[in-house]
């Protein structure tokens, strides 16, 4: 199963990327909106991982533009903030938000859980 | 009574909340990562090389945010005016800047470049602060370009001579166009924290307050594809003697 992972800090993304492999999933990672989408064309991911500061600009274009298309529109997306405490989950949902972690205090673990369920 | 005021009684000083936010939110990136590298090492199954690995990212996010902690209490000190001018290479601490933030780089696989220069220059700094502005670029420059691309660090002579530049090039998509107009604001308001993705400005606003102690500057220029941040700061005399 393929993970497009969207966060710009280069060691974190290693971090997370680890994380995932060693539960079995195929990691593709992009440090930024615009690649991301280039990526997830590409992959097809089961699910997305995604960080709301990004280089260049924060996530919400990237997510205004995976709602523009149907098939992207579907792809669950799992987002992995350090502003977790400042965003609402219920306004994410409508843009395809399945799972808000919060990076300061969620463990490895809660990301490979947020991940499978929504790629069962 | 109205909550300012009331503020005010109780000698809240709002510049310095604002100041404590940022370095909070700054400090929040690399304490979120230590911990979770922490938790690896302490819950995944991991090889050797893993392990090593894991605690090497580990020292060099704790030196990067150590970093930020000594830069911010040096900025608090300034005008204490405990730090002193000489003349210095600004091509041999160019070399010692990539030198020192290689580490970092590595890991993250990017490249600090020195551009070499025929004719050597000195400069008027404080050695400390100008390293420090550099880092402070250096770093910048690493999580905003791209990745496979190298960054460049170069010294040049301007204005006929009179001034030195020392600036960093970095290759990635074009800050947003606010971002470039608060560089020169000090630090800002909580409020505008999230002008600039990913950063508060807080590294460039440190960075200009060490240019200015040193009656230099600092400026950027936006590429197509990425930005370059300067220090301008006057070169020395000592060489036209010779």
Excluded at chain 1, 10 to 18: C, G, S
Excluded at chain 1, 64 to 87: C, F, G, K, N, Y
Excluded at chain 2, 15 to 30: F, G, T, V, W
Aim: proline residues 5%; hydrophobic residues 40%; negative net charge.
């Amino acid at each position: 199963m393929n993970i497009v992972l969207v966060e710009d800090n280069i060691l974190l993304a290693q971090q997370f990327r680890r994380t995932l492999e060693k539960s079995g999933y195929e990691v593709y990672v992009s440090p930024h909106a615009v690649g991301a989408i280039d990526l997830i064309d590409e992959v097809h991911p089961g699910a997305i991982v995604l960080d709301m500061l990004l280089i260049g600009s924060t996530a919400l274009p990237l997510l205004h533009e995976m709602q523009s298309h149907d098939d992207l529109a579907r792809i669950p997306v799992i987002m992995v903030t350090s502003l977790a405490d400042d965003l609402s989950f219920e306004s994410l949902k409508p843009y395809g938000v399945t799972h808000l972690l919060d990076k300061t205090s969620m463990h490895p673990e809660d990301l490979i859980a947020a991940v499978r369920s929504v790629t069962l | 009574m109205k909550g300012s005021d009331n503020a005010q009684q109780r000698g809240v000083d709002y510049k310095s909340l604002s100041s404590l936010m940022i370095a909070a939110h700054e400090l929040k990136s690399p304490l979120a990562l230590l911990r979770q590298l922490a938790l690896s090492l302490e819950s995944e199954d991991l090889s050797e090389s893993e392990r090593r690995e894991i605690a090497h990212h580990m020292k060099l996010v704790s030196e990067r945010a150590l970093r930020l902690t000594t830069d911010l209490t040096k900025a608090q000190r300034l005008e204490d005016g405990l730090f002193t001018l000489e003349p210095i290479n600004p091509q041999q601490l160019c070399e010692e800047v990539a030198y020192e933030i290689a580490p970092l780089y590595r890991a993250c696989g990017r490249e600090l470049k020195v551009t070499r220069r025929q004719r050597p220059l000195l400069a008027i700094a404080n050695k400390d602060l100008l390293r420090r502005i550099l880092l402070n670029f250096a770093d910048n420059a690493l999580y905003y370009g791209d990745e496979m691309t190298p960054v460049e660090l170069s010294v040049s002579a301007r204005n006929n001579g009179g001034i030195i530049r020392l600036g960093i090039r970095d290759y990635g998509p074009a800050l947003p166009a606010d971002m470039w107009q608060s560089l020169g604001a000090g630090p800002r308001r909580p409020e505008q924290l999230h002008a600039r993705p990913s950063s508060s400005g807080l590294g460039l606003s440190i960075a200009q307050q060490f240019a200015r102690a040193m009656n230099g500057t600092v400026g950027t220029t936006r590429h197509r594809n990425g930005a370059s941040f300067h220090v301008d700061i006057y070169a020395s005399q000592q060489l036209t003697l010779i």
